[in-house]
């Protein structure tokens, strides 16, 4: 940030006193603020005064800390932190802000520049000949989608080209500055797109949105379990309803018992194998004939080996 110190002293005038129109201004600015927050009002009388002579000078710091009993370095510490104050002499008619921050450089600020340059002063915060003009680059003014752009006063010029601005700057030079409409200078609507609209250009249908009623819901009847609901998935053959059981039939479940008593009955013990008869293999069956068996049964002995063999 630049160092921003006051006018020299030949520029400085002796005195300050606001007329009567800002003097209602000023008393009815600090009573907008409760007792003992008086000097939240330094911001609005600086700028007042500054509307009033078009430059902040020391005389006027030194008024507004007398009025809202401020030491004088505070009001002077406001005064030079802030670049909306100007603290030198600017054009009595015209002192353009050139918007120089990169949407407007992009958009051809630096053009702009050359134009001040050109018709007012080389350098900024120079008077014209006629100390009716002067210019300054500064930082983004709000409005970068109409650059390039400058300020004059409290008026913003939007959408400017270089051959637009000497018009502007001739017309505040000739005292016709405030014929010169404010906002876009290429005929659009503030930041609408130009030649107009280009979307949202029909009619469009509204959207249904919870805040519309909506119908109630239909009560639907109780559903029926299936017959078979709570019933175990069993695939056994006992549990086949085709079998034909004492419950289900009554005579061939009879009639299948007595087959099967009959053929029990038919069974001799020749055509069942003995497991246990004499000579079998089963365990407990009788020896075979002729057989030694019990304790007459010789017990077998390990031959024994010669000597020296393992």
């Known amino acids: 940030m630049s160092v921003r110190r006051l006018a020299e002293d030949q520029f400085q005038p002796a005195t300050f006193a606001f007329n009567a129109e800002n003097t209602v201004f000023e008393a009815a600015t600090i009573a907008k603020y409760p007792e003992g927050r008086q000097q939240s009002a330094v911001i609005?009388?600086?700028?007042?005064?500054?509307?009033?002579?078009?430059?902040?000078?020391?005389?006027?710091?030194?008024?507004?800390?007398?009025?809202?009993?401020m030491p004088y370095i505070r009001v002077l510490e406001v005064a030079t932190f802030y670049t909306q104050f100007q603290l030198k002499p600017v054009?009595?008619?015209?002192?353009?802000?050139?918007?120089?921050?990169?949407?407007?450089?992009?958009?051809?600020s630096d053009e702009l520049i050359k134009v001040c340059q050109n018709k007012i002063h080389h350098d900024p915060f120079h008077l014209n000949e006629g100390g009716t003009l002067s210019w300054e680059e500064v930082e983004c003014q709000g409005a970068c989608v109409n650059a390039p752009m400058v300020i004059?006063?409290?008026?913003?010029?939007?959408?400017?080209?270089?051959?637009?601005?000497?018009?502007?700057?001739?017309?505040?030079?000739?005292?016709?500055?405030?014929?010169?409409?404010?906002g876009p200078q290429n005929g659009r609507h503030l930041s609408a797109p130009e030649g107009g609209p280009l979307t949202l250009t029909g009619d469009i249908k509204p959207v249904r949105t919870?805040?519309?009623?909506?119908?109630?819901?239909?009560?639907?009847?109780?559903?029926?379990?299936?017959?078979?609901?709570?019933?175990?998935?069993?695939?056994?053959?006992?549990?086949?309803?085709?079998?034909?059981?004492?419950a289900t039939a009554p005579g061939a479940a009879a009639a299948n018992a007595k087959e099967a008593?009959?053929?029990?009955?038919?069974t001799t013990p020749a055509q069942k194998p003995d497991v246990k008869r004499r000579g079998s293999k089963a365990e407990g069956a009788p020896a075979p004939e002729g057989a030694i068996a019990g304790e007459d049964k010789p017990k077998r002995t390990r031959k024994a080996k010669p000597e020296g063999e393992a």
């Open 91 to 108: 054009g009595t008619k015209a002192h353009i802000q050139v918007c120089g921050t990169t949407p407007c450089m992009l958009r051809g």
């Open 261 to 266: 008593e009959k053929g029990k009955s038919t």
């Open 152 to 182: 004059i006063f409290k008026d913003a010029y939007e959408d400017l080209t270089p051959e637009r601005l000497e018009q502007i700057i001739d017309e505040f030079e000739a005292g016709r500055g405030a014929d010169v409409p404010v």
């Open 210 to 246: 919870n805040l519309e009623p909506k119908p109630e819901p239909v009560a639907e009847g109780a559903s029926v379990p299936p017959s078979d609901a709570g019933r175990p998935k069993d695939t056994a053959a006992e549990t086949d309803p085709t079998l034909k059981t004492p």
């Open 44 to 69: 609005p009388l600086l700028m007042r005064a500054q509307e009033q002579d078009g430059w902040v000078t020391k005389a006027t710091i030194e008024y507004v800390a007398q009025k809202l009993s």
